[in-house]
């Protein structure tokens, strides 16, 4: 199992107790409100340990990376993940191909070449018969065989910055993402603005989390700066590109079971209090209650007891549900979507002696936000469910 999809398993309740922590807010009136920390393998909470190189490099060396699969992107929720340019944890499969043991001139006697635009890096690496890595390439090589979140393993260790050529990726690449950024051949296509160039790695002195193999950036190709190196590929380059997250549908309905929604809640110890004798609120009946115990006044939005997949911004997506637990106690719940039907709980809000309904309240063009309530329009159990930038989830009452 990759790094990725072990902090992926983890975030699922495989483990989850060790795993993660509790965060509690402050509690409201009748009701507790808890978020979900994310998985410290994507975390830079805990301190990597060096991994040496197995011998010295040598000029010009080369290491062959084999062909596979490997899973590339980041786990949602995770520190310092970008949704609009990194995507869902995934797998990926890539040709052989050699990378450069070092930054160009790839040589332990010199000092990276920095200072260039990407087609001046281009044109250097065409010199030798090489050219530029693509991004999932670079990403590759950095995560090693192991399939590790940063190229000191599973959390940064700083002492990479200071001395990048002491430290291999798993492949035995040297210094991937510890003291400068590095241009790849391949582009950040956003769904609106210009095309960039994709950047990888991240300069000394720059926020833990940006050393992540997966960290992403676009930036134009004509920049030239002291931190910004490249490093040349070999074969043939591989085909394969990131899917650049775009926004979808607002909000959608999804079928969900009682039985499904009971795992979910029962992986993490802030819901597991509730994760039994789980009933849903009847369809359209308790949505048309909720309104019709105020003034009736909708404002312009939709109510719902289903649950809800939104999309708040590109490549982020949460599960939202609200439900009841036994006779009295109701509550309204945000999952991460991790894909391929996965959750990992990122906000909950527990109602005690409250029996409900309890709807949603959303409208197609509000994407930052919606509300819950048990009575619209009048005192009662409401509040909102807030997108965090980059990628968590609040639910707060006003």
């Not at 922590?21 to 998985?39: H, I, L, Q, V, Y």
């Not at 926020?207 to 931190?227: F, L, M, Q, V, W």
């Amino acid at each position: 199992m990759t790094a990725a999809l072990a902090a992926a398993a983890c975030l699922l309740g495989l483990g989850a107790g060790a795993c993660q922590k509790e965060r509690a807010a402050d509690d409201a009136p009748s009701g507790s409100a808890a978020s979900a920390n994310p998985a410290p393998a994507e975390s830079a909470a805990a301190v990597g340990s060096v991994r040496a190189p197995k011998q010295a490099p040598l000029s010009g060396e080369k290491i062959d990376v084999p062909a596979g699969e490997f899973t590339a992107g980041s786990i949602p929720g995770a520190t310092g993940r970008l949704p609009e340019l990194e995507p869902v944890a995934h797998s990926v499969d890539l040709g052989e191909f050699k990378i450069d043991r070092l930054p160009y001139p790839n040589d332990p006697a010199l000092p990276p070449l920095v200072g260039l635009s990407r087609e001046e890096a281009r044109k250097k690496c065409g010199e030798r018969g090489a050219r530029l890595c693509t991004e999932l390439e670079w990403e590759r090589a950095c995560r090693g065989p192991s399939g590790d979140t940063y190229p000191t393993g599973a959390a940064w260790d700083p002492r990479c910055a200071d001395e990048p050529r002491t430290c291999a990726s798993g492949f035995e690449v040297l210094g991937m993402g510890a003291a400068l950024r590095e241009w790849t051949h391949s582009d950040v296509v956003p769904e609106e603005g210009p095309r960039r160039a994709s950047i990888r790695g991240a300069a000394r002195g720059a926020n833990p989390t940006e050393h992540r193999c997966a960290a992403r950036r676009g930036i134009d190709p004509e920049t030239k700066a002291e931190d910004i190196a490249f490093r040349c590929c070999g074969g043939a380059p591989n085909a394969a590109v990131i899917k650049e997250p775009r926004l979808g549908a607002t909000f959608r309905k999804l079928r969900l079971t009682a039985k499904e929604l009971e795992a979910l809640l029962r992986a993490h110890p802030a819901t597991q209090s509730v994760a039994k004798d789980i009933q849903f609120f009847r369809e359209p009946e308790a949505a048309n209650t909720v309104v019709a115990r105020g003034p009736g006044e909708k404002k312009g939005f939709l109510f719902t007891v289903s649950p809800l997949i939104w999309n708040p911004v590109a490549g982020s997506e949460f599960l939202l549900v609200a439900a009841r637990s036994g006779k009295n106690t109701s509550f309204v719940v945000a999952f991460h979507s991790l894909g391929d039907k996965k959750y990992a709980l990122s906000a909950s809000y527990i109602m005690k002696d409250e029996p409900g309904p309890v709807a949603l309240a959303y409208s197609g063009y509000i994407r930052p936000r919606l509300h819950f309530s048990n009575c619209w329009g009048c005192p009662g159990e409401t509040g909102k469910i807030l997108h965090r930038d980059p990628d968590s989830v609040s639910i707060v009452q006003p």
